[in-house]
């Protein structure tokens, strides 16, 4: 049986572990590429993508990451972690950041602006609906958010959002990468599944609805016999004595 891994090297890994233990499900941080031979699944979370990149590059998990998801292990990635997935980025800081690549897209990096101008918004996802039930919206909390400009064929677009105008973007960032590629009524991709690979451009890790966490459970279970063989169920002892920090799972 394994583990379902969480990136932790900065960012809101504690709240992904929570919303898995929520689910019945035992997360496991990880910091190291050897920890990685451990897990079977890993979630990259939301944080700042270049002090993420920074720290991985230190410990080395560049080539470990790119083994972990050419092998076709599940992998998930919210904000900075849908980043890291992505072949291709626009809207970096100077010089760049390494990423981990997989996911047939073209990332803005820093699309929905500064951190000032984070929102919360009802996105439509039928899928998600249709996969694990409860109403078709979610509540998408967008802090510094990436949008996905261009996916590949292969790439099933699961939500989407209604575009920023070029002014709202920040004057450094590769404007004429995004003029064109938004689709149709101007709205940009916030949710995408390739494979194995998940990526979204928000944290539900940070909401009460723990439906994102569920979907990618079952894509784990996709990948095995079934999800009862892909994932570890908390036991009934394994949290005696540890603080019950978790959020609320969505009824």
Known sequence: MA???????????????????????????IRK?????????????GGESTTMAKLAEYHNL??????????????????????FLA????????GGQELVGGLDCTVHRNFFGSQIQSFEAEIPAPELSSKVGGPETFRGVFIRAPAILEVGPEVQ??????????KDLDANSAVEDQEGKTGSEDRVIIAVRQG???????????TAD?????????MIGEV?????SSVVAVGADSNLNQPRIDLPVFQ
């Not at 560049?62 to 980043?83: E, N, Q, S």
């Not at 095995?224 to 009862?228: D, H, K, R, V, W």
């Open 3 to 29: 583990l379902v891994g969480v990136l932790a090297l900065q960012g809101s890994f504690n709240e992904h572990i929570a919303a898995l233990r929520r689910l019945g499900v035992k997360g496991v941080e």
């Open 33 to 45: 590429p050897e920890q990685l031979h451990n897990v079977a699944s890993l979630i990259i979370p």
């Open 62 to 83: 560049f080539p470990a990451l790119r083994d972990f998801v050419k092998m076709g292990k599940p992998v998930w990635g919210t904000c900075a972690g849908l980043i």
């Open 87 to 94: 072949n291709n980025a626009t809207g970096q800081k100077t």
């Open 157 to 166: 677009v699961l939500a989407d959002y209604p575009a920023r105008s070029n």
């Open 196 to 206: 194995n690979l998940l990526g979204t451009a928000f944290h539900p890790e940070l």
């Open 210 to 218: 723990t439906r994102w966490h569920s979907y990618f459970l079952k």
């Open 224 to 228: 095995g016999e079934g999800s009862s």
